[in-house]
C-alpha cells in the first residue's frame, strides 16, 4: 500500500516559480501513475497533471500547459510538480495522488480513480 507525503507549498507573487515535492512510500512506486490535483476554496477537486509508471508520458489540465512540469525521481520514489508564471487563479491545495498500473498513457483524470492521497499542501499566489 502506498503513502503519498506532498511539501513545497508556499505563498508566492504572481509570476513566480514553486516546486512542488510528493514523497512516496512502498515497494511498488515504479508502477503507479503519479498525479497532482488542486482544490481552491468553494470549487472542487481538479486535475492538475499526471505521469506515467515509466515516465514516458504525461498530461496537463490545459490550464497549466506551458506552465507546470510533472517528473519523477525513481531512486529518491518522488514526484515534482515544477510550476512557473504562476497566476492568482493558480491558489489552491494542491494534493498528490497515486494509481496503480502499468498504463502505457495517462488516461486517468478524475480523483475517484486515484487509490492513494496525501494530505495536501497550499499554494497562494498573491502581491
Known amino acids: 500500500q502506498a503513502q503519498v507525503v506532498e511539501s513545497g507549498g508556499d505563498t508566492v507573487q504572481p509570476g513566480g516559480s514553486l516546486r512542488l515535492s510528493c514523497a512516496a512510500s512502498?515497494?511498488?512506486?515504479?508502477?503507479?501513475?503519479m498525479g497532482w490535483f488542486r482544490q481552491a476554496p468553494g470549487k472542487e477537486r481538479e486535475f492538475v497533471a499526471a505521469?506515467?509508471?515509466?515516465?514516458?508520458?504525461?498530461d496537463y489540465a490545459d490550464s497549466v500547459k506551458g506552465r507546470f512540469t510533472i517528473s519523477r525521481d525513481y531512486a529518491k520514489n518522488t514526484v515534482y510538480l515544477q510550476m512557473n508564471m504562476l497566476k492568482p487563479e493558480d491558489t489552491a491545495v494542491y494534493y498528490c495522488?497515486?494509481?496503480?498500473?502499468?498504463?502505457?498513457?495517462?488516461?486517468?483524470?478524475?480523483?475517484?480513480?486515484?487509490?492513494?492521497w496525501g494530505q495536501g499542501t497550499q499554494v497562494t499566489v498573491a502581491s
Open positions: 495522488a497515486a494509481k496503480m498500473g502499468r498504463y502505457a498513457s495517462v488516461i486517468h483524470y478524475t480523483s475517484d480513480e486515484y487509490e492513494y
Open positions: 512502498g515497494p511498488t512506486f515504479s508502477s503507479y501513475t
Open positions: 505521469l506515467n509508471w515509466n515516465g514516458g508520458a504525461s
